[in-house]
């Protein structure tokens, strides 16, 4: 069809030239340096150097309150049956897996509004070995220590690798309105004394 038309052939090979220009020629953007995009990266969670058999592991989790904020008032509306609504919901306060020298731990901290204690959390911990990396071992006790707020408790976790925390009084995790979550939760996990 250019063949045909002179013209067209014309205006077609100029098209050509004129991008073939603009594109050896520099667009005005030249970055002066690499831009500086350090937080965009999340700091690891958990320490890895506290984590070996040889010192007695430990494991500290941290929640912010921004995260803590965020699960007991999500930021769009759901729709929960009525008679869902009479159970007893518990909502996912924590979420990790945590991988060291002889084991994988699944570990999950939950929290429920007390029906025993007006204005409390029940707080229940599961610790689960997801995968063993040392058969020969026993598997030890752990202790957990939870801090949240004027919230401070330490506990066995039993055979299972469960425990429940004492309640947790609305007054110690939130602040003097009621409102807010008033303070990150830190949660350490190691093996028995």
């Given at each position: 069809?250019?063949a ?18 603009e ?5 005005g953007?030249t970055p ?5 995009l ?7 969670q ?19 309150v921004?995260?803590?904020?965020n699960v007991?008032t999500?930021?769009s509306?759901?729709?929960r049956?009525?008679?869902a ?18 084991s ?7 929290a429920?509004?007390?029906?025993e ?5 029940e707080?229940?911990?599961?610790v689960?070995?997801?995968?063993s990396l ?17 919230y401070h ?9 469960q ?12 602040d003097?309105n009621f409102?807010q979550i008033a ?10 004394e």
């Open positions: 069809m250019l045909r038309e002179p013209a067209l052939l014309r205006a077609f090979q100029e098209l050509i030239e004129l991008l073939k220009q594109s050896s020629e520099p667009d953007f002066k340096k690499k831009p500086a350090r937080f965009l990266a999340r700091p690891p958990v320490p890895t150097d506290n984590l070996s058999p040889a010192h007695g592991w430990k494991v500290e989790l941290r929640q912010t921004e995260t803590l904020q007991f999500p930021l509306l759901a729709y049956d009525p008679l609504a009479m159970d007893n919901l518990w909502y996912p306060i924590l979420r990790e897996e945590v991988t060291s020298e002889v994988t731990l699944e570990i999950a901290l939950d429920s509004i007390s029906e204690l007006a204005e409390s959390l707080l229940l911990l599961q689960i070995a997801i995968e040392n058969e020969n071992r026993p598997s030890e006790l752990l202790s957990a220590t939870l801090s949240w707020g004027n408790q330490s506990v066995p976790l039993n055979l299972n690798g425990t429940h925390f004492p309640p947790a009084e609305f007054a110690q995790i939130l003097e409102e303070a990150d939760l830190t949660l350490i996990i190691q093996a028995a």
